[in-house]
């Protein structure tokens, strides 16, 4: 603060920005006025942008329409589409002058996106709140920037979803990929099906009318909304109503546990498809997307291997494996998607010479299916390597990108084909509680992939954004804050949690699957301890990397020792604050051993600095015993990493070569 | 946390609590199942408490109706009334021993106060989340229990006033006073007159279908929804869109200042009759509770006797003065209020001989207008002592009883015509920001004397379990701490507040009605200094109070005495870290002083405590130099306290005789 930021400091970093002289001062005569063909997105998005102005400065600001005299001109060249489109142009232009904004744009939604920019830019200056005078011109790079959210292993009320279009909004996201059943759950009412939601979700659903309010709110934010029904896998939820729909007799019980099953639709009966006909047909009517997801991964085939009726169909049909039986269902599937008005998409799976170019291929598996799907004239979208459940740091995201990898070497016209990417929190390890947390704001990373020009990549850069970008979120109500600082509370029973708060400061939960793989999870599980309440990424570890590297590249500044010796000191002397805290409560026992060996991490890194910073090196007898301990402290437990520990192995290990 | 709190830690303190063996776990196999004639309440009451006790708990609680094997079982014996009256019956019985729960009520009421309860018991124990074993037999002392929240000088959001009503849920609270009009804004969508809210409003009001569904939303929490429209006076928004109703000719604008104003309506006007008969037939179609609240405070009757014709009018009909035409008026407004089937409430300037008895009368002026209602046999409401907009401490609302007093000498009968009290959020100073910190947890404090025993009076005991309420809102998505949280990172413009929170965290606001007397306020103005952050009442400087006492008693124990130097130290070196950021922005450089005075008032504090602990006197020309310090720095700096200086000053001059 006191220092206006620059138009670079946001994010996702716009296309083009022309710096300015002066600044565009926020006070009580703010006043907006809107013009050319701006639909009624345009209005609700200034009464929620004038809103959250008023939210951030505390300044008063009515929105006092046909007013005089008005100081930020909206204009919108057209109405835009009815049903939002992958065609439609989101570019918008936004000129900040001392003497007021005009922000201009072709359709709606570069309106939209236009006003997230102006709300991102607002700082306290000398004059007050303010926005920098400049001139920016942006536009995306992608047409396809989605968020998937996993509604079916863990439910997720209406609010959790409105919370996170807010955010979505705010990064320029523009799909909602809403993952509403699988084996775990089926999470939306069915007036041609009911049994669907009054056996396959444990009473969790959302009604029509919850559902049609979403795609409203998400509309209202230039957020398409694409629905995934997961089949023919990944289907358990579907069959406890109508188990008829199987490839093996039931009864079935909602799957409780994660992982790939075994139950599949029976995809050579026609009452199956005559099922799927209706099913879809409903629901291509409350959905207005043109696209329709039908999943279509892990399919393992082995109901389909025990039952002969569907060996003899495959024989018959001459199909030498599941695959060849799957991409028969895909065949009909697409056209009944097609007939309802659709466009087909599915995991990468689908793709198969049989099916029309038409379709959506989204991958997870990686690149190499996109390029192949552009090869054959479908479109593809990314998601590998955006899979926000395995707990990666944001930087991991960054680095990948949709046209790298097998897409690079696409033809242009190919390239074109790849839309864009989704980033997927799937749900095994989330509830309301603490998805917000794992979503944001790691997913800022993949909005700033998807949105800036290939060449933004600086991380140093990216990662001082997403810290203000989490500060911004904040504002806008997202949790994974709030309830981070709930869910310490909880642990420890009262709000006196600063020494948890520095333990968990350098703590991360385990990556990738081995939750899945090593504990004992299911949907009954209490997701309450302290592996589910870190953050994802630790920005103090990262921080205290990067000043260890320094440290060792002899660049640090003498403040910046100064500070390595404050942490340290703070870690070594933290459990004897926490250890009796820890004895009181059943979940946070667990951590004892780790609030312990904190103490132990930080005295030796205070002591291998104590010997680098006299030159010396250390004897190798301490350095061999301190190694053999941070080894061990290197390794999970309680499900966490503490992620001071490869800083402090590198400053121990520098303590032979000095 | 680990021990489990007992049935008397909750808020408001149950009427009568018999401890049980043992404790009632919470775990997945939690189940609920209804019976008797409980309604849709009821039924929603449940779906909140599981996704609170979920939220609490971590714990996966789906809704699983009709399931077999319930350990927790509701009865309600009743339905209870269409309209929430004031007669129904709202206690319940909870039942909980190690083997299950009960909970019995005779209406809905009861079932959902019951279920707040339990709420507020679990906690973490050694095996797991659980509620401790015991009976709790519970019911309120007065029927009426309600919370005043001004939406007219500033407007509140249809989600501010929902999470205010879940809050009010949890403390038991049953009257949402919902203050629609006022000089300076007109609140609510008329049909029937929409030049109303056109032009009284600034564009912000609550349409009709907002209104229902808050109505609904505190129906469903077991609350009454009460509108106040103040007339005659109070009524400036009115007359900007209908001039013809005031007592001088127009144009009028809305008000924008605070303070009592002259405009009032002409209440010699049968046109004027016309106007408000027709209005009240609409609102009292909209809003379905029984009481219908016309404010009728603080008509000045400036205009009154600058209008020539109305001048004539109250010589015709024998007036003395305006108090006379203003009784009048009101007996005419009462009878239109009642032929729309509605009792009239208003504040105390209505009593007078010709209204009838069944009218309420709100007291904002003290207990003596109550009882003089309660001999005339009208009823009567306590708000004068629960104005939480005056910055007051908890404890002051907590010491204030509606049967204390002028009332407490009434007669038993007279007794019963006093219904309870009203805490009152006025909104010259709050806006949706800081309204939460306004409200909570002070207002527990107020429900507590309406709900509890007049003898539940113990100021430490209501302290302790303040604090735990206001973590538990916290939970339920109140704003107190989270948006003061933010509003010191907004200050601050980053989230690195530590030393800003040290220095707010010993401020208070100034009381009464120093801001609106010594500043240059309107509704224009931003409330966004560090005056409208910190919280109404400091629990640091209370805690630190208490520790002086106890050490000038010499009671404190070792612990306690470091922990006063700790504080003091804390405080004394504080201004170093924060004085540097306070120069960096225009909002903070106000307090640039008090954070200086901080470093002294530690120092000298640690000084004092330097000459007492060695038994010795101070000199006295230290102490006379200390003093006139501590005297200047008692004194508020951009209208803030440090509520430190006190008991500073209590250690100084203790210096003298020891």
């Known amino acids: 603060m006191g220092v206006l930021l620059r138009g670079q400091e946001i994010m996702p970093i716009p296309a083009v920005t022309h710096p300015g002289t002066g600044q565009f001062v926020v006070n009580a005569s703010f006043k907006i006025s809107v013009t050319g063909k701006c639909d009624f997105r ?391 509680n603490n998805i917000d947390d794992r979503i944001w704001p790691r997913a800022a990373a993949v909005a700033e992939r998807l949105w800036s020009a290939q060449d933004v990549k600086d991380v140093d850069s990216m990662y001082a954004r997403l810290q203000k970008t989490s500060e911004y979120l904040d504002w806008l109500g997202l949790k994974h804050n709030a309830n981070h600082r709930l869910m310490l509370q909880r642990l420890r029973g009262s709000s006196d949690i600063q020494a948890l708060e520095t333990l968990a400061g350098v703590l991360e939960p385990v990556k990738e699957y081995f939750r899945e793989k090593t504990g004992n999870y299911d949907n009954t599980t209490a997701l309450n301890r302290l592996v589910d309440t870190v953050h994802p990424e630790s920005d103090i570890a990262r921080q205290f990397r990067g000043l260890v590297d320094r440290y060792l590249a002899r660049s640090s500044t003498p403040e910046e020792v100064q500070q390595m010796r404050i942490r340290l000191a703070q870690w070594r002397d933290n459990d004897q604050k926490l250890a009796p805290v820890l004895q009181e409560s059943p979940l946070l026992k667990e951590i004892v051993p780790i609030s312990r060996d904190l103490t132990t991490v930080g005295a030796t890194g205070l002591q291998a600095l104590d010997y680098l910073d006299h030159g010396g090196r250390a004897p190798t007898k301490w350095r061999h015993q301190q190694l053999a301990f941070l080894n061990d402290a290197e390794k999970p437990q309680a499900e966490l990493f503490d992620m001071i520990v490869p800083a402090v192995k590198k400053l121990v290990q520098a303590t032979s070569s000095q």
Chains 1, 2 share one sequence.
């Open 42 to 432: 345009v209005s609700h998005a200034v009464d929620r942008f004038l809103q959250r102005l008023s939210r951030r400065t505390g300044i008063p600001l009515p929105n006092l329409q046909n007013d005089s005299a008005p100081n930020f001109v909206l204009t919108c060249d057209s109405g835009g589409e009815e049903i939002q489109g992958l065609e439609e142009d989101e570019s918008y232009v936004l000129q900040l002058t001392s003497a007021g904004a005009r922000l201009q744009a072709p359709d709606p939604l570069g309106v939209l996106h236009g006003l997230q920019t102006f709300l991102q830019l607002v700082v306290q200056g000398p004059n007050g709140f303010a926005v920098p005078a400049m001139t920016i011109k942006d536009h995306p790079r992608f047409p396809w920037r989605g968020l998937l959210i996993d509604t079916a292993r863990h439910f997720m009320p209406v609010a959790v979803m409105k919370r996170n279009l807010d955010g979505m909004e705010a990064l320029k996201f523009n799909v909602l990929h809403w993952h509403l059943s699988d084996d775990q759950g089926f999470r939306i009412e069915s007036n041609r099906f009911p049994k669907l939601q009054q056996f396959g979700s444990d009473g969790m659903y959302y009604t029509q009318a919850e559902v049609r309010d979403v795609i409203q709110y998400a509309r209202d934010r230039g957020i398409r909304v694409v629905p995934e029904f997961d089949v023919p896998g990944h289907s358990t939820s579907w069959f406890v109503g109508y188990p008829e729909l199987a490839s093996a007799p039931g009864p079935y019980q909602i799957e409780r546990g994660w992982g790939v099953f075994d139950p599949a639709m029976d995809v050579t009966k026609d009452s199956t498809y005559k099922f799927l006909n209706d099913f879809i047909g409903e629901m291509a009517g409350l959905f207005p997307d043109r696209y329709f997801h039908i999943g279509g991964d892990e399919v393992n085939g082995k109901q389909w291997k025990n039952n002969p009726q569907i060996q003899d169909f495959m024989q018959q049909h001459g199909m030498k494996d599941h695959r060849d039986l799957q991409a028969y269902f895909n065949k009909r599937l697409q056209e009944m998607v097609s007939k309802h008005g659709k466009i087909m998409v599915g995991w990468d799976e689908i793709l198969h010479p049989d099916l029309p170019q038409e379709i959506v291929v989204q991958s997870w598996r990686g690149q190499k299916s996109l390029a192949e799907a552009a090869r054959r004239s479908s479109r593809g979208l990314l998601s590998s390597g955006y899979y926000l459940d395995l707990m990666f740091p944001a930087v991991r995201h960054y680095g990948v990108d949709p046209l790298s990898g097998s897409t690079a070497s696409l033809a242009p016209e190919e390239k074109q084909r790849i839309l864009g990417g989704e980033a997927c929190m799937w749900a095994e390890f989330v509830t309301a």
